[in-house]
Each structure stands twice: as structure tokens, then as C-alpha cells.
């Protein structure tokens, strides 16, 4: 079975614009999330989609947003770039909404803003 | 708030030496827990995961760690060393009011010398 695929795998920006990040979770997977990852903030969740509806979100601003399609892919989208958007995007994703299965992470994007 | 706390910034070791890897968590009710390994230039694998019942948990790569509710720890225990081995470990708790939310350490270096 394939695992999480995240596209692309690396982006490089300038501040100001946007960027979409996609992600293809495991077949029969329903639940996405989304992660950031910096050196100075460590692991920070983004937000989880379930069923195309997002259920839960983190600390982030109005710039941050995804969504999740009926075929459980997702994107996230980040507009006006930051500097400080520079970071890995990990997406994980799990078979279902409850329960305790692990998240089984994709190899990220690595966003640069310049 | 959950949280989890990895007290070690970078634990070394040498190869063929038992590791053990800390982590501490502070949750309002049962937790559960998880590890993760980061190896360069890659997502988060899973390793293992605390949910309920014995409290050694064994999980992959010849992993275990071992959960004790009157210390708040889960430490990641290895019995013997491979260079291998060497790479970022995360910790993390299950946000028990956010769905799939994981609330990550800010993850220890493992380095394990030859």
C-alpha cells in the first residue's frame, strides 16, 4: 500500500504570494492533518479534516486555510507569505475519525520564502 | 493543556550500549502517547504507542518504551544501540479535547557512535 504522498516536495516563494500544498493520503484513509515543522517552533498542528469538514484548527492565522476533497485529498494554502512561513508542511493521515491509530506522516514540503 | 517534554536536547550513544530516550507529559486524564523518529530530509515514522494496558510497550525497529503513570513518563528504551539508529525522536501526547490533534516535544538528537 502507498504511503502519504505530499506534492510538491519542495517551494521556493517570495513574500507576499501564495502557495498551495497537496496531499494523498493512504488508500482508505479518511482523516488528514497537517503539521508544521520549524526549528524554533518545533511541531505545531495546523488542522485535521475528516470528510471533507475541517474539525479541528491550531493557533494559526487567517492566512493558513485547506480543505479536503471527496477522494480525501487535501490542500492547504498559505497567502501573503511570510518570512517566518518557511518551514517543513508535514501531512499525516489515519483510517478513520475516532479510535487510537496512529498518523502516518508524509515526507513534507519544504516551503522557503524569500 | 496536554504536553509532553523532552528534557535531552541530544542523547549519545555508542553502538552496542542500551539508549534511552526521555519524555515526560502533563494530560488531565489517561494519555496517549506516542513516539516518532525523523530521519534527514524525511516525514515522522511511527515507532510505538501507549494507549491502555501493559505498560512496556514494544513497538518497531526493537523499540520499546516504557509507561509510568506516578512519573508522568514514557521514556523510548532500546536495548542495544545502532548507528542506524541516529536520528531526531519526537514524543508526543494525543490532544484528548482535539480529535487527532498530537502534541509534540521538541524532539531529541540521537547520535550513536560507531
Known amino acids: 500500500k502507498a504511503g502519504v504522498t505530499q506534492t510538491p516536495r519542495y517551494l521556493i516563494k517570495t513574500r507576499g504570494q501564495q502557495v498551495t500544498l497537496s496531499c494523498s493520503p493512504i488508500?482508505?484513509?479518511?482523516?488528514v492533518s497537517w503539521y508544521q515543522q520549524t526549528p524554533g517552533q518545533g511541531l505545531q498542528f495546523l488542522f485535521e479534516?475528516?470528510?471533507?469538514?475541517?474539525?479541528n484548527k491550531g493557533n494559526f492565522p487567517g492566512r493558513f486555510s485547506g480543505r479536503q476533497f471527496s477522494n480525501s485529498r487535501s490542500e492547504m494554502n498559505v497567502s501573503t507569505l511570510e518570512l517566518g512561513d518557511s518551514a517543513l508542511y508535514l501531512c499525516?493521515?489515519?483510517?478513520?475519525?475516532?479510535?487510537?491509530?496512529?498518523?502516518?506522516f508524509g515526507p513534507g514540503t519544504r516551503l522557503t520564502v524569500l | 493543556a496536554q504536553s509532553v517534554a523532552q528534557p535531552e536536547d541530544q542523547v549519545n550513544v555508542a553502538e552496542g550500549n542500551p539508549l534511552t530516550v526521555k519524555c515526560t507529559y502533563s494530560?488531565?486524564?489517561?494519555?496517549?502517547l506516542f513516539w516518532y523518529v525523523q530521519y534527514p530530509n524525511r516525514g515522522l515514522q511511527f515507532l510505538l504507542k501507549?494507549?491502555?494496558?501493559?505498560?512496556l510497550v514494544k513497538g518497531s525497529y526493537g523499540f520499546e518504551a516504557e509507561f509510568n503513570k506516578s512519573q508522568t513518563s514514557f521514556h523510548l528504551k532500546k536495548p542495544s544501540a545502532l548507528v542506524s539508529d541516529s536520528a531526531l525522536y519526537f514524543c508526543?501526547?494525543?490532544?484528548?479535547?482535539?480529535?487527532?490533534?498530537?502534541?509534540f516535544g521538541a524532539g531529541t538528537r540521537l547520535a550513536v557512535h560507531p
Open positions: 499525516a493521515s489515519r483510517p478513520s475519525a475516532g479510535g487510537n491509530n496512529e498518523q502516518f
Open positions: 501507549y494507549i491502555t494496558g501493559d505498560n
Open positions: 488508500s482508505g484513509h479518511r482523516s
Open positions: 508526543a501526547v494525543r490532544d484528548l479535547g482535539g480529535y487527532n490533534k498530537l502534541i
Open positions: 479534516y475528516f470528510s471533507e469538514t475541517q474539525r
Open positions: 494530560v488531565s486524564g489517561n494519555p496517549y
